[in-house]
């Protein structure tokens, strides 16, 4: 159930809970849901908890970490991310005048320190930078890392959103673990651009958000391609006795680079589907089914 995502990196849950839409963002949780859900998370295996610093306009971390002072005993028992770099325009925020990125030293530094606060931990087991910025110095990025992991507060390091050549650029002067991208059967790019390569290349397990494609499978109204792809998931579904859902990630488990997929719902029954899709072994033949009807067009 636990892998460890890289040469020198953490050990993580091979199933992650992703958090955006456990505050404001989505269901809107009270300190006692999440405590629950951290609970239900703990107990089927699910240890690795991704958040960022602006989900729910820059709150959701703090709503967290409101159920860790409660109980500190539960963080040992956790692995906790985080990212920084985007600036949102929000009243929480009154300085950010417009949406933009910021990767300087100064501002990654003093985001780990508010993310640190408001966790209510004294280290984060992964930051990620959580967007590219067209104006990112390497340099300072290292000099942030350094400074952070000299002092204890991050342990490791890697990147959400970034292409192959901005995470090679990156790498060639700090260790990344990891690059957090969104890979679904409707989000075929990583498959083609390289980008999964180069994980493979370095070693380290991406990680997925949006496997579920945000829930579009699920439309009661779907575009014609996935009708075309929930016509094969239903037939597996069949074969493995499996729920569609489990069918969809077990179709991204299936990549040799041994993504980690970050599940965001706030139901615990989903969360727990997630991990038994880690059992549904589907055929390559069947992989390339589900390819196929995403690009309507059998391969070259």
Same mark, same amino acid.
Not at 2 to 30: D, H, Q, T, Y
Not at 68 to 89: A, D, E, P, Y
Not at 237 to 251: C, E, G, M, V
């Given at each position: 159930?636990?892998?460890?995502?890289?040469?020198?990196?953490?050990?993580?849950?091979?199933?992650?809970?992703?958090?955006?839409?456990?505050?404001?963002?989505?269901?809107?949780?009270?300190?006692?849901?999440?405590?629950?859900?951290?609970?239900?998370?703990?107990?089927? *295996?699910?240890?690795?908890?991704?958040?960022?610093?602006?989900?729910?306009?820059?709150?959701?971390?703090?709503?967290?970490?409101?159920?860790?002072?409660?109980?500190?005993?539960?963080?040992?028992?956790?692995?906790?991310?985080?990212?920084?770099?985007?600036?949102?325009?929000?009243?929480?925020?009154?300085?950010?005048?417009?949406?933009?990125?910021?990767?300087?030293?100064?501002?990654?530094?003093?985001?780990?320190?508010?993310?640190?606060?408001?966790?209510?931990?004294?280290?984060?087991?992964?930051?990620?930078?959580?967007?590219?910025?067209?104006?990112? +110095?390497?340099?300072?990025?290292?000099?942030?890392?350094?400074?952070?992991?000299?002092? *204890?507060?991050?342990?490791?390091?890697?990147?959400?959103?970034?292409?192959?050549?901005?995470?090679?650029?990156?790498?060639?002067?700090?260790?990344?673990?990891?690059?957090?991208?969104?890979?679904?059967?409707?989000?075929?790019?990583?498959?083609? +651009?390289?980008?999964?390569?180069?994980?493979?290349?370095?070693?380290?397990?991406?990680?997925? !958000?949006?496997?579920?494609?945000?829930?579009?499978?699920?439309?009661?109204?779907?575009?014609?391609?996935?009708?075309?792809?929930?016509?094969?998931?239903?037939?597996?579904?069949?074969? !493995?006795?499996?729920?569609?859902?489990?069918?969809?990630?077990?179709?991204?488990?299936?990549?040799?680079?041994?993504?980690?997929?970050?599940? *965001?719902?706030?139901?615990?029954?989903?969360?727990?589907?997630?991990?038994?899709?880690?059992?549904?072994?589907?055929?390559?033949?069947?992989?390339?089914?589900?390819?196929?009807?995403?690009?309507?067009?059998?391969?070259?």
């Amino acid at each position: 159930m636990s892998v460890k995502i890289s040469e020198e990196g953490p050990v993580f849950s091979r199933i992650v809970a992703g958090c955006m839409n456990w505050g404001e963002w989505g269901a809107n949780l009270n300190k006692e849901e999440v405590c629950k859900l951290v609970e239900d998370c703990l107990s089927i *295996g699910v240890s690795t908890f991704d958040h960022a610093d602006i989900y729910g306009h820059y709150t959701t971390e703090e709503l967290f970490g409101s159920v860790l002072k409660s109980n500190s005993s539960l963080r040992s028992r956790m692995q906790l991310i985080t990212k920084c770099g985007i600036k949102l325009v929000t009243p929480n925020r009154p300085d950010n005048t417009i949406k933009s990125y910021n990767t300087r030293k100064e501002y990654i530094i003093d985001s780990v320190e508010k993310s640190l606060i408001n966790l209510r931990t004294d280290y984060i087991d992964l930051l990620l930078i959580h967007r590219p910025s067209p104006l990112m +110095d390497p340099f300072e990025i290292v000099d942030a890392f350094n400074t952070l992991k000299e002092d *204890g507060k991050v342990l490791h390091f890697g990147v959400s959103n970034f292409t192959k050549e901005q995470f090679a650029m990156l790498n060639k002067f700090v260790p990344l673990v990891t690059n957090q991208i969104e890979v679904s059967p409707l989000h075929l790019d990583p498959f083609l +651009d390289g980008t999964l390569d180069e994980c493979m290349y370095k070693r380290i397990s991406p990680m997925a !958000y949006s496997a579920l494609a945000g829930g579009k499978f699920f439309s009661k109204t779907p575009e014609d391609r996935i009708m075309r792809i929930n016509k094969i998931v239903d037939r597996l579904s069949r074969k !493995y006795n499996a729920k569609p859902d489990q069918i969809l990630i077990s179709w991204v488990l299936k990549h040799p680079s041994g993504i980690l997929p970050v599940i *965001g719902s706030t139901k615990i029954n989903r969360i727990e589907s997630a991990v038994h899709a880690l059992d549904i072994k589907i055929t390559d033949e069947e992989w390339f089914e589900i390819f196929e009807a995403s690009q309507g067009k059998e391969v070259a």
